[in-house]
């Protein structure tokens, strides 16, 4: 007589249990990082708009900060704030410069930090 041993097929319970919880870590850190680059992405936009402004030049540093504050809350932008925001002008140069940064808790005691910095030029220096 003789036995065969059986072959065991399929993943064990520990294993699928892995397996779901690395796609749930995964899936978590999508969902926390995706909205911040999102955000960037409207901020970007505010910039080159300001930048393909024919008007730009002639408007005072108060102005751009309202003109990029309102496009951050048409844009529900909440993450730059108005000391994040640089405006160097001199005559027909315009520099804006915009840096911030973005920190999201995941879990427990882990972030995530985003450090963003856009500048445009306009003119000549």
Known sequence: MKVSPKHQQGLTFIS???????????????????????????VSSALNELRNSPEALNLSEPEIRSSLNKRFNINYVYDVNQDDITV????DYLKVTIE???AKK??????????????????QP
């Open 100 to 102: 911030y940064e973005v």
């Open 16 to 42: 699928i249990a892995s397996i779901l919880g690395l796609i749930g870590f995964f899936t978590l850190l999508i969902l926390k990082i995706v909205p911040i680059y999102i955000d960037h992405n409207k």
């Open 106 to 123: 995941v879990a427990g005691n882990l972030s995530i930090l985003a450090e963003f910095n856009d500048v445009i030029e306009i003119g």
């Open 88 to 91: 160097v002008k001199h005559g």
